[in-house]
T-cell receptor
Framework: GENVEQHPSTLSVQEGDSAVIKCTYS??????FPWYKQELGKRPQLIID?????GEKKDQRIAVTLNKTAKHFSLHITETQPEDSAVYFC?????????FGTGTSLTVIP | GAVVSQHPSWVICKSGTSVKIECRSL??????MFWYRQFPKQSLMLMAT?????????EQGVEKDKFLINHASLTLSTLTVTSAHPEDSSFYIC??????????FGPGTRLTVL
């Protein structure tokens, strides 16, 4: 089955700086890669996703890049704000199977 | 985005009792729903995949007789924790998959077993 690894597990950045979270996956059949943001005690919220026929996608301060050959994808947050502090999960979907990364706890220091 | 509700949001029960958690997709039909368990500061652990009209598919290590899943309609899946024990205390989250493969999560149910 799929194996998704996520790094780093914790990340602290100064407000205004950029944050990058990386995930790797093992199943070349995976074709959909969403990113979720989870604030403490709340449900994961989809923030951006990318499909395997696209290399990059951007939505305001958030962008995701995908390298299918290397089997890795990354979340980029620019101009970070304190409200970006949360746990971020990547996921790789192959068929009907969702596989989540272990999460990255992001802290944006004012 | 699509809306998924979950009920109850928090339940406290005595050891040995059974607890039923409902997951509903409010504005779309979901042939597939997922049940996850999440421990504090940890990732989502997939417990089972629930398909409407058929038996759920359980992940390795998840007892199907303890965690009963029923997906009776395209908008409702239920998870029943049978004979709950303190070690079952956790945050249970469901999600529903749209036709575009996007997954939307419910708000979660915090189960505390005394």
């Amino acid at each position: 089955g799929e194996n998704v690894e996520q790094h780093p597990s914790t990340l602290s950045v100064q407000e205004g700086d950029s944050a990058v979270i990386k995930c790797t996956y093992s199943d070349s059949a995976s074709n959909y890669f969403p990113w979720y943001k989870q604030e403490l005690g709340k449900r994961p919220q989809l923030i951006i996703d990318i499909r395997s026929n696209v290399g990059e996608k951007k939505d305001q301060r958030i962008a995701v890049t995908l390298n299918k050959t290397a089997k890795h994808f990354s979340l980029h947050i620019t101009e970070t704000q304190p409200e970006d502090s949360a746990v971020y999960f990547c996921a790789a979907i192959s068929g009907n199977q969702f596989y989540f990364g272990t999460g990255t706890s992001l802290t944006v220091i004012p | 985005g699509a809306v998924v509700s979950q009920h109850p949001s928090w339940v406290i029960c005595k050891s040995g009792t059974s607890v039923k958690i409902e997951c509903r997709s409010l504005d779309f039909q979901a042939t597939t729903m997922f049940w996850y368990r999440q421990f504090p500061k940890q990732s989502l652990m997939l417990m089972a995949t629930s398909n409407e009209g058929s038996k759920a598919t359980y992940e390795q290590g998840v007892e199907k007789d303890k965690f009963l899943i029923n997906h009776a309609s395209l908008t409702l899946s239920t998870l029943t924790v049978t004979s709950a024990h303190p070690e079952d205390s956790s945050f249970y989250i469901c999600s529903a998959q749209t036709s575009a493969d996007t997954q939307y999560f419910g708000p979660g149910t915090r189960l505390t077993v005394l």
